[in-house]
């Protein structure tokens, strides 16, 4: 099996999750702070695609987790990687690859991008809340759009 970016995508257009965590923290300024998140979940049986990944990719977090068993009873590995000097690059590299996840993928680029906009503190917490209440909309569940933007219909 050859992993590549295009190959990378597809797996996290079916398997993955583009996110932004915000987790309570009382030292920080707000009381909290945010973290830019792609996860991919694999069935545990699986398990040797998501190795390969981390070791494409050269970084990340493998584990199982016995916790969340899907439907037929099987445990699921994972492959995360958090934060924005980590989840950037990954993004970037994988954005023109991605269909179903491109907009999540573009919010959390826009997300980890607001350090470098001369923003004041005050507007730099208004974005970020904007951009992690939007990737929250982006990752509900429901219907999905699968159709690259200028790709004919069939």
């Given at each position: 099996?050859?992993?590549?970016?295009?190959?990378?995508?597809?797996?996290?257009?079916?398997?993955?999750?583009?996110?932004?965590?915000?987790?309570?923290h009382k030292e920080c300024t707000?009381?909290?702070?945010?973290?830019?998140?792609?996860?991919?979940?694999?069935?545990?049986?699986?398990?040797?695609?998501?190795?390969?990944?981390?070791?494409?990719?050269?970084?990340?977090?493998?584990?199982?987790?016995?916790?969340?068993?899907?439907?037929?009873?099987?445990?699921?590995?994972?492959?995360?990687?958090?934060?924005?000097?980590?989840?950037?690059?990954?993004?970037?590299?994988?954005?023109?690859?991605?269909?179903?996840?491109?907009?999540?993928?573009?919010?959390?680029?826009?997300?980890?991008?607001?350090?470098?906009?001369?923003?004041?503190?005050?507007?730099?917490?208004?974005?970020?809340?904007?951009?992690?209440?939007?990737?929250?909309?982006?990752?509900?569940?429901?219907?999905?759009?699968?159709?690259?933007?200028?790709?004919?219909?069939?």
């Amino acid at each position: 099996m050859k992993i590549t970016k295009q190959y990378i995508a597809g797996f996290v257009d079916g398997e993955g999750y583009f996110g932004i965590v915000r987790k309570t923290h009382k030292e920080c300024t707000d009381g909290f702070y945010y973290t830019p998140v792609l996860k991919i979940t694999q069935v545990t049986k699986n398990d040797e695609v998501l190795k390969k990944i981390k070791e494409f990719i050269g970084y990340g977090n493998f584990s199982f987790d016995k916790r969340n068993i899907n439907p037929n009873g099987a445990d699921k590995s994972n492959l995360e990687i958090r934060g924005m000097t980590r989840v950037l690059p990954v993004a970037k590299i994988l954005l023109p690859e991605l269909i179903v996840k491109a907009k999540q993928a573009q919010t959390v680029i826009d997300f980890c991008e607001l350090d470098k906009a001369s923003l004041t503190r005050q507007e730099l917490s208004t974005q970020r809340d904007k951009l992690y209440h939007q990737i929250k909309l982006l990752n509900r569940r429901g219907p999905v759009e699968t159709k690259r933007e200028g790709t004919p219909q069939v």
